[in-house]
């Protein structure tokens, strides 16, 4: 019998057995998007943001256990006034409209970035989400809020050295993994493939670290545009790469 159009596009394509465990995304565009629109760069920032939640629950069938977004960097306060206070609203809006659906989702929230340097209302609810959701599994969101990995290195560091200072930890132990161990991301597998969009290509201070062997995808769409099918397109093509990881194939 054949399948109306509609059974078949509920039924699901198993999601591709060799895919990314861990996707991270560099959600870029939202300011031309909205330009390109006659709006103001917030409008983009607002749409960007509705993205997030399609984008969060098309990962359990794509096979991705662990995504990563980035939403501010720690050299985003270099915008105006008007664009930093109007996306840390916005965040603050996002945070309190969505958690219930990532709740219901089953998602566990967790935030990466230097939190101390945003306002205490967005911090207490950062606090809240991840302790909301802290015994989730279906998928892992991390959300990179004042994030850049220079300045999280530069933290680990920091942690680091009080430690050898202090006598607990040896010069001689400190080894990658253990530097690992201090950086924000400490309990997230490396990503396997990073997405940029907006057609840069370009890390802007994210993950370096965590990305050293990762694939990446830089892909002309604005993220207001990353619809679940373009996530599924990129997704699938990340299968058909080989990774070597500095060994040759056998
Ligand atoms: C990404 O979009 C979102 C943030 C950096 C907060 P942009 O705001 O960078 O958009 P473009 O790159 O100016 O188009
Ligand atoms: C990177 O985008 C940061 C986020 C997506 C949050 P930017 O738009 O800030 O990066 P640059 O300035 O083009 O490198
Ligand atoms: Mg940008």
Redesign the pocket.
Known sequence: MALSKATAKKMKTPPPADGPKHVAI???GNGRWATQRGKPRLFGHQAGAKRVRQTVSACPDLGVKYLTI????T??WKRTQTEVSGLMALFRRYIQREASYLQRLGARVRFIGDRAKLDKKLQTLMQYLEDLTSDNDHVHLTI?LNYGSRDEVTRATQRLAVEVAEGRLRPDQVDSETLATFLDTYVLPDPDLVIRTSG?A?I?N?LLWQSAYAEYEFIDTQWPDFTPDVFEAVVRRYGKRERRFGAVPS
Do not use: H, L, Q, Y
């Open positions: 560099i959600m870029d980035f939403a501010f960097s050299e985003n990179a840069e370009r802007s994210f």
